[in-house]
């Protein structure tokens, strides 16, 4: 680790190291001071038992009341001593005066140790300093047929003999305490390696600097970010995409599944099936959004998936009215031509002398467009909306279609934002041009806009084929249309205009047998007349 800074894996396997050898340390001086009280509780009973047993026997008493009692007593003791592989066996008087011992040059000298105990009649075990280093001992009293203590009996085992015993055992307990130590060192081993796989190796400073740069830069990029775990729960939402998909900033997200969040239906379907999605369009109530959603793993192993979202509803406005204005310019371009053609006829006649007939053909051109022009200024005050519904009478004319708009038409400006009005009658307008466009004469179209009761009414008919009535739903759903290579957008930003403002739709069979779409769209209060 010289060089750089230990990783966190490196840090873990040290601080276990250090942790498991402190345990297996107290553990191994614990299990010792253990063995070696229990050593010496043992060596307690042990002396005690040797000592009884002496003191009880027959030989002993007679050998105490006899002139020489160190004859008898001597190798007795001795015999005992070596059968019981103690480490002495002294039998004395009441003054003391030992009558055995291991070193016969003891015999005669007074015993040392604590003996009162015994002398009044009960027997004691005590740790002792003796002639031969410290002991454990016992001392017992001799007792004559009257219960009069005639002599004392003590046997011991030196503490070094207790020692060297529980040396002897010390290298299972060495054994133990290494294998402990070596399965230790091998788990923390193994848990650090795979700590240092998961942590690839960086120590805390650099994963809270990885955080904290990782953190800054996801809430702080211009698209909207949404992390979805192979569990399908949300493990990010960066502020860009809260705000993208109207998500409240202090709302809780992380860890929750995907279906208990308020997202729009197709972005939830999208994010449930899995499938790799790019330049996806999604509208929601306020936007259109573009999401690219891409699934990500390691090793082989599934993480989840990664969706990111672009507001496109700007561009979605402006690629509409630029659709809007492209055929504007189509239908004039072909008004142009339609005109020339009927200038040259006019211009014809004059010269041929014919001049009454010039005069009629140019006045009815211009009354028919006039008429029309009349018609829908006369009817729709809003300007936007009025030069849409010119612009399509133009468009459906060059295809053969005609549109008229009824005259019981009333709308006034103001009463809806315009870009709104132009998205509904625009896109129905288109529909029902699609609808008919294909179909045989007569091709009809008829719009009727009005505010009503506090809502604004557009309707719009058409003569096409008509709409199977199980189809209704999918009509305003994203990607949905009769058309093979359609995207069907145009009712899906109906529908969306219709969520933005708490409207709502209607479509039922014509009586010619084409399709009735009507819209209903709430004035607001402060607008409504």
Partial sequence: MTGRKW????????????????????????????????????????????????????????????????????????????????????????????????????????????????????????????????????????????????????????????????????????????????????GSWLLSRRLRRQTHGLGPAQMTRMYEYYDAVLHSVGEGLVVVGPDLRIALVNDEGRRLLGLPADEPLVDRPVTEVDLPPALTELIATGHAARDELILTAERALVANLRRTGTGGRAMGTVLTLRDHTELRALTSELDSVRGLTEALRSQAHEAANRLHTVLTLVELGRTEEAVRLATEELALAQQLTDQVVGAITEPALAALLLGKSAQA?????????????????????????????????????????????????????????????????????????????????????????????????????????????????????????????????????
């Fill in 397 to 529: 004319a060059e295809r053969g279609v005609e549109l008229t708009v009824d005259p019981a038409s009333r709308l006034d400006v103001g009463t809806l934002p315009a870009g709104d009005l132009l998205t509904v009658v625009g896109n129905l307008v288109d529909n029902a041009l699609e609808a008919v466009a294909a179909g045989e004469p007569p091709r009809r179209v008829r719009v009727h806009v009005a505010e009503t009761a506090g809502e604004v009414l557009v309707e719009v008919t058409d003569s096409g084929t008509g709409l199977p009535p199980p189809r209704v739903v999918d009509a305003f759903r994203r990607g949905w249309s009769t058309k093979a290579s359609g995207r069907g957008l145009g009712l899906a930003l109906v529908a969306q205009v219709l969520a933005r403002h708490g409207g709502r739709h209607e479509v039922a069979a014509a009586a010619d047998g084409g399709t009735v779409f009507r819209v209903r769209l709430p004035v607001p209060a402060e607008l409504s007349s």
């Fill in 7 to 186: 990783s966190i894996a490196g840090q873990l396997f040290a601080l276990q190291v250090v942790v498991v050898t402190l345990l297996v340390a107290a553990a191994t001086a614990g299990v010792a001071l253990v063995a070696r009280a229990d050593a010496r509780e043992a060596a307690r009973m042990e002396v005690l038992a040797v000592a009884e047993t002496v003191a009880r026997s027959p030989e002993v008493a007679a050998a105490l009341r006899s002139p020489e009692p160190s004859a008898t007593l001597q190798p007795y003791a001795e015999s005992i001593r070596r059968a019981t592989h103690t480490d002495f066996v002294v039998v004395m008087a009441p003054d003391r005066t030992r009558y055995s011992h291991r070193d016969p040059a003891q015999i005669g000298r007074p015993f040392i140790g604590e003996i009162a105990p015994a002398l009044a009649g009960r027997p004691i075990t005590v740790i002792n300093t003796g002639t031969l280093g410290e002991s454990v001992r016992s001392v017992v009293p001799v007792r004559d047929a009257d219960g009069r203590v005639i002599g004392l009996v003590s046997v011991g085992i030196t503490t070094e003999a207790i020692n060297r015993e529980l040396l002897a055992k010390s290298p299972v307990l060495v054994a133990a305490t290494a294998a402990a130590l070596a399965l230790a060192a091998a």
